[in-house]
């Protein structure tokens, strides 16, 4: 069974099928040969998706026999299997990810920055504080720099001031200036070459801890006598 009915290809399925029954629960023992040797119960190299797709659901209670074969063909992954998986599981990502930005059409948006607009950045260092409440939800205004390759904002403060670190999009939302600025590349405290090794960067940007200091009475910080 394990070898769709074909015994010549019995010495390539071996392997499976001893280590299936091996891992399979006896009823004269209540447990599996693995569980009475080692007391632990046996992990499969079988993942959340692999596991429901392998083998199809059966219609009925199996036979010891054939819940062996079952186990013994989901173990030899076998490659038409993985790659059926692999095309379902994508597709079905695929349709996620259309269902939802179909349900949240009007509250998605990239408002896609260009250089030298002021912007304002959520304060995500305090956003799970128990005292946010009393403390700036956002920082600036700041202006765009430029944003890099992989899709984060370079921000630098009004006086120039680059960040070290792109910030991620989800972060940086439009300030409403009552008349805009220019901005000029100049004004930027570090070199062009450095400037454009942030702009090739792939990265998606990274929440900025140390932007708002915790305040002195906080939980959990020691006392300078300490």
């Known amino acids: 069974k394990a ?12 392997h499976s099928v001893v280590w ?47 819940l062996v074969a079952r186990r013994a063909i989901a173990l030899q992954k076998r490659s038409e299997q993985l790659a059926t998986i692999n ?5 079905a990502r695929r349709e996620a990810a259309r269902r939802f930005k179909q349900e949240h ?10 250089r030298g607009d002021l912007v304002l950045l959520r304060n995500t260092a305090i956003e799970k504080a128990l005292n946010r409440k009393m403390r700036a939800r956002y920082l600036g205004p700041m202006v765009v720099i430029p944003r890099n390759r992989g899709g984060a904002y370079l921000i630098a403060e009004l006086d120039g001031t680059l ?8 972060r940086v939302i439009p300030y409403l200036p ?16 450095r400037l454009r090794e942030m702009e090739q960067s ?6 900025d801890d140390a932007l708002v200091e ?5 939980e959990g910080v020691p006392d300078k006598e300490d």
């Open 3 to 14: 070898a769709d009915g074909d015994q010549s290809k019995w010495s390539q399925v071996f």
């Open 20 to 66: 299936s029954d091996r891992v399979t629960a006896k009823k004269r023992m209540g447990c599996s040969p693995y569980f009475a040797v080692t007391g632990t119960h046996p992990i499969l190299p079988l993942d959340v998706v692999e596991a429901t797709w392998l083998a199809p659901p059966p219609d009925a209670v199996l036979s010891t026999t054939d």
């Open 87 to 91: 095309s379902k599981v994508y597709e």
């Open 105 to 114: 059409q009007y509250t998605i948006k990239d408002f896609d920055f260009q």
């Open 163 to 170: 960040f070290n670190r792109p910030i991620a999009a989800f």
């Open 178 to 193: 009552r008349r805009s600025i220019h901005f000029d590349l100049s004004n930027v405290d570090v070199t062009l070459e």
């Open 202 to 207: 792939d990265s998606w940007g990274d929440d």
């Open 214 to 218: 915790p305040p002195d009475d906080a």
